[in-house]
């Protein structure tokens, strides 16, 4: 995946007027925090954030080019409009990838376990897992390809085949899935 950029300039007005003058010539007001705290008020064109806050998940990493310097960032947390389908105001953090960070993510299940097409039933055990990586190393997703599980068989936390540069915080041995045999009649 191409790494996603934002353009962003320092702004200097605060406050309800001024977020209202910025949107309403097309950017949003947002701030940037850093690793320590520090919060600097920004303002991102519209158009640009939105092509890529949809397109991505929160693990994401992207570029937030703030006036010529680059970091990278998370999109933290976004106030979005629901009637007006608009963005009102944004956070990112600006990550050092020098600090690791523990983040959950939900496994996404992709394929037919072998056994449901044998008659069996897949049934979900943990539904997210816990992992410590650098930011730059987080995955986007965590996707476990159920489609060799036969009936009787057990789909680990192991079983994911994450890279060796995250660190699993959930056990090893967990289950996420098994496949039961078919119901007797």
């Known amino acids: 995946m191409e790494q996603l950029v934002v353009n962003a300039e320092v702004r200097g007005e605060k406050g309800k007027k001024a977020a209202k003058i910025l949107r309403a010539s097309g950017k949003i007001p947002a ?4 690793e320590e705290g520090k919060s600097t008020p920004i303002s991102v064109d519209s158009v640009q954030f939105n092509k890529v806050w949809r397109s991505i998940t929160k693990t994401t990493l992207i570029t937030l080019d703030v006036g010529g310097k680059q970091c990278d960032a998370f999109i933290r947390d976004v106030e979005y409009d629901i009637m007006t389908d608009t963005v009102l105001s944004a956070d990112f953090f600006a ?3 020098k600090k ?6 939900k496994v996404q299940y992709q394929g037919t376990p072998a056994g449901v097409l044998k008659g069996g039933f897949m049934v979900k055990h943990i539904p997210e897992i816990k ?7 987080l995955p986007v997703r965590v996707i476990a390809d159920v489609s060799k599980v036969n009936i009787g068989d057990l789909y680990t936390v192991k079983d994911l085949g994450l890279p060796e540069s995250v660190t699993l915080l959930t056990p090893a041995e967990s289950v996420l899935v098994t496949v039961a045999p ?4």
Do not use: W
């Open 95 to 97: 990550v050092s990838n």
């Open 131 to 137: 992992v410590r990586a650098l930011p730059k190393d």
């Open 182 to 185: 078919p119901r007797s009649k």
């Open 31 to 34: 701030v940037v925090y850093d």
């Open 100 to 105: 690791s960070l523990v983040r959950s993510y």
